[in-house]
């Protein structure tokens, strides 16, 4: 069973439109995130949500707007596309352990292309 | 400047080589984790080390925690192909994850 899962794995669009991207965890964790990859693999976290709480906002364009209809999903949404918005898009997932860091489970990405 | 430097950024061995990686900061941390992800796929989690000084063991993979907490490396023994992909070091000095740029390796048959 997936324990993190995103569709689509693959996204292709032009500048300009709106796009968003799903993911669901059956982890039963209550944290979930998303980051961003660049084409030189850096991974920079953009969001993360705990509790249906925005926890962490880091200094993304508010075109980009995390929506949590419930625990176990975090999506996506990208308005009005740009070119540099072309990235491999990671959700992840983890249960507060109320200390160290946590262990996060990561899904399989969502690779973004936009022209 | 990144948070956590790690090098080298490319590494390409042949089977049965050593090799070791380094992630380096300015920061402290109370721990660190490395992460292994393979193309096309996300990053796995391979150890957390949380103690100055502390060696964790990973089959052939050695982990170790800098005295100081602000540096870690990752020393691979024998390497094998199936060891090839990008190692990724990160922390959270301040509450949020940060991540290295990561060490691309590619062991050859």
């Known amino acids: 069973d997936t324990a993190v899962s995103q569709t689509p794995k693959y996204l292709v669009t032009q500048m300009g439109n709106d796009k968003s991207i799903k993911c669901e965890q059956n982890?039963?964790?209550?944290?979930m995130y998303w980051y961003k990859q660049d084409s030189k693999k850096f991974l920079k976290i953009m969001f993360s949500?705990?509790?249906?709480?925005?926890?962490i906002n880091e200094t993304v364009p508010n075109r980009f707007s995390p929506k949590s209809p419930d625990k176990a999903h975090l999506n996506l949404h990208i308005n009005s596309l740009e070119l540099g918005d072309s990235a491999v898009y990671f959700c992840?997932?983890?249960?507060?352990?109320?200390?160290?860091?946590?262990?996060?489970?990561f899904g399989p990405g969502t690779r973004l292309t936009v022209t | 400047t990144q948070l956590l430097e790690q090098s080298p950024q490319f590494l390409s061995i042949q089977e049965g080589e050593n090799l070791t990686v380094y992630c380096n900061s300015s920061s402290v941390f109370s721990s660190l984790q490395w992460y292994r992800q393979e193309p096309g796929e996300g990053p796995v989690l391979l150890v957390t080390v949380v103690t100055g000084g502390e060696v964790k063991k990973l089959k052939r993979l050695t982990f170790q925690f800098g005295d100081a907490r602000k540096d870690s490396s990752l020393h691979i023994t024998a390497a094998q192909p199936g060891d090839t992909g990008l190692y990724l070091c990160a922390g959270a000095p301040i509450g949020d994850m940060r991540f290295g740029a990561g060490t691309r390796l590619t062991v050859k048959p």
């Open positions: 992840a997932s983890s249960q507060d352990s109320g200390g160290s860091p946590p262990k996060q489970y």
């Open positions: 949500y705990n509790n249906k709480e925005l926890i």
């Open positions: 982890l039963g964790h209550d944290t």
